[in-house]
């Protein structure tokens, strides 16, 4: 880090979900542009992105990397400028949904700063002066055609433009850090997922950046530049649609969203959960270390007493992300050992965060057994994972789910268990809403005042995505 020089900076922790896990697909991308060299740092997936990597390839766009983060990049720098007589990139109608780009995923009422005409083609309005690229623009015109999922930080030259799409699907938060001498004054401005990385750095959490704004930093501060028109969500109504398994498991306990902490919402969690699914037992305790806040909030819910009974090997990575189920099952036989003495001959409660694959628990319950449990019962703090995830989470098949290989009513026998049990999807949402408070930034004007800024994408457990996909999976 001391080589590096500069008042801007990008940095990344790649988790792939699209791409490979290869040097090439690293962040921050760099590339060499027409306009000088732009960087970018992103996270999620772009949902339906063949037809993005093909109209690209049509208009002469070139990739080097297998990467959705550089389409991005590749899209708006195609997206209508001062030197095109038309818009050079027309959308397929078919991206989104099967109707007309205005049609079922339409802003609640046109306006003229949406992209979306009706005509097929992006706008072409943007006027751009002394040949420099008006970012806010071109990138409000691509959010009309692919409202999600992301959240990137694009660095040009003196400027970051930090965005999140219109669902507000993916996590981005903003901070500052306060003068050394002079708290008053601002000595950076940070961009990130969490908020839990702004203490390292004395930075002071200031809100979100909100679904489908566009926040503009430079060294005089920062400004919300624009903010694209509201999407309709699949379900018909105008609804944001933040990842809910950002609550479940992705997030660290505690980063804070929507006004809330992460592990506040799985006590409760925990809590609702062992009003649903209480059973008679002498031990509470939870799968290490996501699934703590739920067990202890099991345990004050139901009276059980919490005690640990396994121990987590500091060395090994979490096994969800790993990007193969060879590794995955590899990983978990190494991550956990069992604390006998503490429930030797006792009845167990354990509490898992969410059953995806049912590689750890299945190896968990082993564990158990052969270390002396009387009684091992599985809950989960989150309802069944049945489809897959396009925006971002590690959930490529159907197949690979537990949830579509057998009933509830089998698993005991397939995790050799007990008795399993899951947290509802009404519950989960009880739990998720309940302390949800308005951003601060929030101003609710225009026709972002009839949107429902409290909406989750649930399209995991539900199988009701934001907008309709097109384009299955293929890794």
């Known amino acids: 880090m001391r080589y590096l020089k500069g008042n801007l900076g990008l940095g990344h922790n790649r988790y792939s979900t699209a791409g490979r896990s290869d040097l090439i697909n690293c962040q921050p991308l760099l590339l060499y542009t027409k306009f000088g060299e732009i960087a970018i740092a992103h996270n999620g997936e772009v949902v339906n992105q063949k037809s993005l990597r093909n109209s690209i390839f049509r208009h002469g766009g070139t990739f080097t990397a297998d990467s959705d983060t550089e389409m991005i990049v590749r899209a708006l720098l195609l997206m209508p400028g001062i030197d095109e007589q038309e818009s050079p990139m027309t959308p397929t109608p078919t991206a989104l949904n099967g109707h007309g ?4 995923n339409k802003c609640s009422s ?8 009706g005509d097929g083609r992006l706008s072409r309005s943007i006027s751009e002066d002394a040949g420099e690229p008006d970012w806010a623009k071109r990138i ?12 990137f930080c694009l660095m040009h030259k003196d400027s970051i433009y930090a965005v999140r799409d219109c669902f507000g699907n993916r996590p981005l938060v903003l901070g500052k850090v306060p003068g050394l001498y002079d708290p008053e004054k601002v000595d950076a401005w940070i961009v990130a ?13 200031i809100g979100e950046v909100l679904p489908g704004e566009i926040v503009k930093i430079t060294r005089n501060g920062i400004e919300s530049v624009a903010r694209a028109p509201p999407k309709l969500h699949v379900s018909r109504k105008l609804t944001t649609a933040f990842c809910v398994f950002e609550y479940v498991y992705f997030a660290r306990g505690d980063t804070f969203f929507e006004g809330q902490q992460v592990y506040s919402v799985r006590e409760r969690c925990g809590r609702q959960l062992a009003k649903e699914s209480w059973v008679e037992a002498d031990i509470v305790s939870n799968v290490p270390d996501s699934a703590t806040a739920a067990a202890l909030g099991f345990s004050a ?22 990007p193969s189920n060879r590794l ?22 354990i509490v898992d ?66 008795s399993v049990s899951y947290l509802s999807i009404e519950g989960l949402r009880t739990a998720v809403e309940q302390g949800i408070k308005e951003n601060p930034r929030e101003t609710n004007e225009g026709e972002w005042a009839q949107v429902n800024k409290k909406g989750h994408c649930v399209a995991c457990l539900t199988g009701e995505y934001p907008v309709t996909v097109q384009e299955e999976l293929d890794w």
């Open 101 to 104: 780009p205005c049609e079922a």
């Open 193 to 205: 997922s969490e908020t839990c990385c702004f203490k390292d750095v004395g930075c002071k959490a």
């Open 353 to 418: 965060d969410s059953i995806v694959r049912g590689n750890t628990l299945q190896a968990i319950v082993k564990l158990l057994r052969d270390a002396g449990a009387k009684e091992v019962h599985v809950r989960a703090a989150c309802p069944p994972v049945r489809n897959p995830c396009y925006m971002g989470i590690n959930i490529p098949t159907r197949k690979e789910l537990i949830a579509n290989q057998m009933t509830v009513e089998e698993m005991p026998a397939f995790f050799g268990a007990d």
């Open 110 to 117: 046109p306006t003229k700063s949406c992209s979306n005409k």
């Open 328 to 349: 995955r099952q590899l990983a978990v036989s190494k991550k956990f050992g069992a604390l006998a003495e503490n429930f030797a001959g006792k009845r167990i409660i």
């Open 140 to 151: 409000v015109a691509l959010m009309g055609q692919y409202p999600l999922a992301y959240s």
């Open 301 to 322: 819910e139901s009276g059980i007493p919490y005690k640990e009974v396994l121990i987590k090997n500091p060395y090994v990575g979490r096994t969800f992300i790993q």
